[in-house]
């Protein structure tokens, strides 16, 4: 922070008429002087502020109380956190969202990397793909999530439809505990790869075309070259999408929700057996819909620290990879 | 664009006046009693919309009444405004029936409607349903807008077809008892073999649960979701499943079960007919009503509250007496099939017409009784969250085939958990 902005130095022979202290050193300007700029950046900061960092904090504080959102809190220690450790269904929304998201982070890198590979060497109607196939991922998620409880609806869906035309009969697609997760990782597979296959395109680009070209000179294949040249160039590009799949992945909400959350008498959210009830849908049902914020707020961060949990696993992971 | 420091001086000065003029205006909202503009929050098709326009037009020389249609999870957006406090709190608000018993610990938030004239009317309206507004120290938090008397919908085609009487008066003869509708849907299912007289275990459960004087929690705030009263209405949805009458409709495909045939019986409160009728518009004629097997419940049914910041209470009370004096409640039926809480509507012209969707049957003659016969029940403010964990493990054994006494003994363990963190004893 001490190096003053280049623009504000002036060279020595452009002598100032005016010098108003005689000092050797241009004094040092105090955080008061740039309050200008500091104002002008300042909506962001106050926007985040209130409606960011104070409600982490609040929800931190939140976890040690029992409030209703009405009446007084009333202070309970670590009363929530000790029931959180009992209570299966927080467990078994762990599990799921773990589940839910290996099934759809799998499919969606993979199948965005084939895409992207396709579409980099096809020759004609380039951009027609990219817009194809990044449709779905700007489509609203509660949109495809009824026409996806549509196609897949037990009794009279499409998909029970057609694999009744070739003689299987019905699955119960939206009942079977692990046919539950299938949909949703479907759902946000299916949302979702176009997205990464931008991103992916856009890092296939930027290889320069000279190093395949000494590739195809020295005698490697376009499936050789593939893995010997693209794929470890492209390294950063999936490590970045790793992430942002597994912040993504970690967080899905929506889905879940409108699929399994349209029973308006039933208070258990996630679907027969609450098989699609993901830990940040569970925190939606306690905190929202039972009105229990301090249960509510710990099931969030005890979230948040497996999330630190995982990150830690990840980035070990990665370190360990460099060093080879 | 280049800012010179004056138009930057400018604007900030211009955005600072502009920020603090909103906040003066926000915090001007003081609570004097003598208020002129009202505001009316409800959500689509909680009140008659002609009704509420008409209130606004028969107050107009006193009142300016806005009224607002809030949209989607309206329990949580009140929540969080009557929180929050401050002029935005709607000076009367609509609480739907399913929610009041969450809001009666925050009782101190809300007007006692006694106070302001409503023990002088309440005997107007259903005790029943007075009383699950009511704190246990007596306080009136809601005025009664609508009720859901249940009864027994079926088609009158697959009942001739399974040798059934089609008569409602002969149905409601021959099936009394839940024993007599599991004789009665056996012999659908036999005749009809894709049609089932229930829709799934977790709601008929619900509405067993609702027939009941008793739930999961009692007035000393224990839990008393283990004993016999829920044991036995569990048996009764379990029966369903075991004597293979269960349709497993879910909400997804419940418009094109009832549409096809799936479901020849439908138990559902008197709003549900509009339900059905829109589900399957060509089916008309072939429904009709009984009384529902072991007794009337109630499924849904709202009410008008004045939150403590309400600006004017002696007019905006006089303003939900008139909206729901049981004539305008008897309009509700007509325009949103909310059916009144008040009986002294069940003779009017709106409410005893015959219904061409169900033959030209005169529905109240079902719904009617049912509604004046709905027993008195204490429902808990943790009562839903208590009561979630029976319908899942209902479900689990529908769809994934639990064992109905491990499912109970897991339904059992998580309630007991549940109504511990809501602080039941």
Known sequence: MASVPATRSRPARFRPRRTPVPSARPPRRGVLSYWRQYLAISPFYLVFAVFSLFPVFFSLFLAFQRWDGLSDMTFVGLQQFQFLVKDPVFWQSVGNTLVIWVLSTVPTLFGALVLAALVHSVRRFKGFYRIALFVPNVTSIVAVSIFFAAVFSNNFGLVNAILGLVGIGPIAWLTNPWLIKVVIALLMTWMWTGYNMIIYLAGLQAIPPEVHEAARIDGAGPVRAFFGITLPMLRPIILFTVVISTINGLQSFSEPQVLFGTNAANASLGGPGQAGLTTLLYFYQEAFMNNDYGYGAAIVWAFFLLIIVLVVVNWRLVQRGRKE | ?425
Request: aromatic share 10%; hydrophobic share 40%; glycine share 10%.
């Open chain 2, 1 to 425: 664009m280049e800012l010179s420091r004056r138009r930057f001086l400018q604007a900030s000065a211009l955005t600072a006046a502009a920020a603090g003029f909103t906040a003066a205006c926000g915090s001007s909202g003081s609570t004097s009693a003598h208020g002129k503009d009202l505001t009316l929050w409800y959500w689509g098709g909680g009140l008659s919309d002609k009704v509420v326009g008409d209130a606004k037009t028969h107050f107009a020389a006193d009142i300016t009444l806005t009224a607002s249609s809030i949209g989607g999870d309206f329990k949580q957006k009140l929540v969080t405004t009557l929180a929050a406090g401050g002029s935005s709190v709607p000076d009367i608000t609509g609480i739907k029936g399913e929610d009041m018993a969450s809001f009666i610990p925050s009782a101190s938030k809300f007007l006692d409607l006694n106070e302001l004239g409503f023990k002088d009317i309440a005997s107007q309206y259903l005790a029943w349903k007075t009383k699950r507004a009511q704190t246990p120290d007596g306080k009136q938090l809601g005025f009664p807008i609508d009720i859901g008397p249940t009864g027994m919908y079926y088609r009158v085609d697959l009942f001739e077809q399974a040798g059934l009487p089609t008569d409602p008066a002969q149905v409601a003869a021959q099936v009394k008892t839940w024993d007599d509708f599991w004789a009665a849907g056996a012999q659908l299912h036999r005749a009809v073999p894709k049609s089932f007289p229930v829709r799934n275990l977790p709601e008929l459960f619900s509405i067993v649960i609702n027939q009941g004087t008793k739930r999961f929690v009692d007035e000393n705030n224990h839990f008393i979701g283990d004993q016999d009263h829920i044991r036995n209405a569990w048996n009764t949805a379990v029966k369903s499943q075991t004597s293979g009458l269960n349709g497993k409709v879910d909400d997804n495909s419940w418009n094109a079960a009832i549409a096809t045939g799936t479901l020849g019986v439908e138990l559902g409160a008197a709003w549900h007919a509009l339900d059905i009728e829109q589900a399957a518009p060509d089916l008309k004629g072939k429904w009709r009503v009984a009384p529902m097997p072991g007794g009337p419940a109630n499924d849904g049914g709202s009410f008008l509250a004045l939150p403590r910041q309400c600006r004017n209470p002696e007019q905006a009370f006089k303003i939900i007496s008139w909206i729901l004096d049981p004539e305008n409640d008897a309009r509700g039926f007509t325009d949103a099939a909310l059916f009144p809480a008040a009986p002294a509507a069940y003779k009017l012209p709106a409410m005893t017409t015959g219904d061409p969707y169900f033959g030209g049957q005169k529905t109240i003659d079902v719904f009617g009784p049912a509604a004046e016969a709905i027993p008195i029940s204490y429902e808990a403010p943790a009562d839903a969250a208590v009561m979630a964990p029976y319908r899942t493990e209902l479900g689990n054994i529908e769809n994934n085939g639990k064992s109905p006494d491990a499912a109970w003994n897991d339904a059992v363990s998580q309630a007991k958990q549940i109504a511990q963190r809501q602080g039941v004893s």
